[in-house]
């Protein structure tokens, strides 16, 4: 048999909102990939490759209450804007002058801290944003395990810069003849990404999310979370910790 | 106030799956429409536009097998293929010679009555697929109401068809200033049919239902359902039966 015959290949899903996970979890010893692109991932990423030292994801503000009485140092957003009382938020931007280095931080958000935990009974959980797309595709090579891109979107909505983040891993790992056994959603999304790709920034600009953040001043987090491969370090799950795999 | 501030807009916004519908529904007069090209709306269409008099849908096979036993002329499908000792599939073929003409009849299949019975306390529900795809648009049009566009899919996965048809039909009653506040969904959808427009067919080429029916044998079934405004007939939703809103 052949590497293309689909018994030898790779199942890639794209998941277009938590809600459906259910749905599509049905292999555990797959590769998830949580992709909150504006911004909660694109953050995570930016603050490992800032040099922190761990991230502790929290879906809920419980949670990150408790962590912050016991003395941690801990970021909190909801509905854009960080919240009243907690140390940061999930601007990657906020993250650049260093000042978490070597930290652990713990981190919760409207819709990318939930996405992880669901995501935690799969056997691998990476952390996905166009500024470490090649990082997260030569790790999901090597994994070599079905694929779930699992987009955490807004509030349980379909949104439009994660599917097409999706769509971009999509389109790169499926030139690896191990990946080519993809979903109507993989196919959607890689449509989508070769629509968008020539600009980003333009095709997004109709999009609910872009626009949410627009009004709110944030267009040089926008610029930057659309910005690719600023980061070789892909964010991986351990336990309850996000850690590098560097 | 100009037409196109959002004020005087209709939302219009694609549902990627059935599980995601709760999501979505939000405000009750809205009209619904209901998609699943391969093949349960395609064949509602089609079964009108052979001269029924009503359709009844009914979600479970148990439903199902209770009409047949009060005598009902019974279709059920699972999986695409008629269940043994029922009257008829889900194959819009299978009515083209007039035979239920004048009649009641009931149907249940895999993904699209479920689809509707979910409908159910929208203020419209028609019956959408490519068949009747200029008809559906120009009901929306005077309805003027929010419009969720209810992509069957496939057990509650995202689907390639049933999207497509939701973005021809964004496509088209977007260019009414009426409907033009659209959401992420509705602009993917509406993207993907840009790409897809000049040949339904080959576009489809790669999707798991188009494979899963060609598999059957079914080719004939798929050019049908991607053949454009073959029936000018909406089916509307009125109680428990769907009827002709000629």
Redo the contacts between chains.
């Keep these: 048999m052949s590497e293309e015959s689909s018994g030898n290949t790779r199942k890639v899903e794209?998941v277009?909102?938590p809600?459906?996970f259910p749905?599509?979890f049905e292999n555990r010893d797959c590769t998830v990939v949580v992709i909150d692109v504006f911004r909660a991932t694109s953050a995570i990423c930016a603050a490992f490759e800032s040099g922190i030292e761990s991230l502790i994801p929290v879906a809920t503000m419980e949670e990150a209450i408790d962590y912050k009485q016991k003395g941690f140092l801990v970021g909190a957003e909801r509905n854009a804007e960080i919240v009243p009382g907690f140390d940061f938020g999930n601007s990657p931007l906020g993250f650049m002058d260093g000042q978490f280095k070597g930290k652990t931080i713990v981190l919760t958000t409207t819709n990318g801290t939930r996405a992880v935990e669901m995501a935690k009974p799969a056997s691998k959980v990476v952390i996905g944003a166009f500024t470490n797309l090649a990082a997260v595709c030569d790790y999901i090579e090597k994994e070599d395990k079905d694929v779930l891109l699992l987009c955490a979107g807004?509030?349980?909505?379909?949104?439009?810069e994660d599917?097409l983040f999706a769509g971009a891993v999509v389109k790169q790992i499926s030139k690896n003849l191990r990946f080519t056994n993809?979903?109507?959603?993989s196919?959607?999304a890689r449509?989508?990404y070769?629509?968008a790709e020539a600009d980003l920034f333009e095709f997004l600009g109709?999009?609910?999310?872009r626009k949410r953040l627009s009004r709110m001043n944030m267009e040089e987090d926008i610029i930057y979370c659309l910005t690719l491969n600023q980061s070789d370090i892909v964010p991986v799950l351990e336990g309850n910790v996000i850690v590098s795999n560097k």
Excluded: C, G, Q
């Design positions: 794209v277009p909102s809600a459906l749905v599509y807004w509030k349980d909505r379909f949104n439009l599917t993809l979903s109507d959603s196919i959607a449509h989508m070769d629509s109709e999009s609910s999310h």
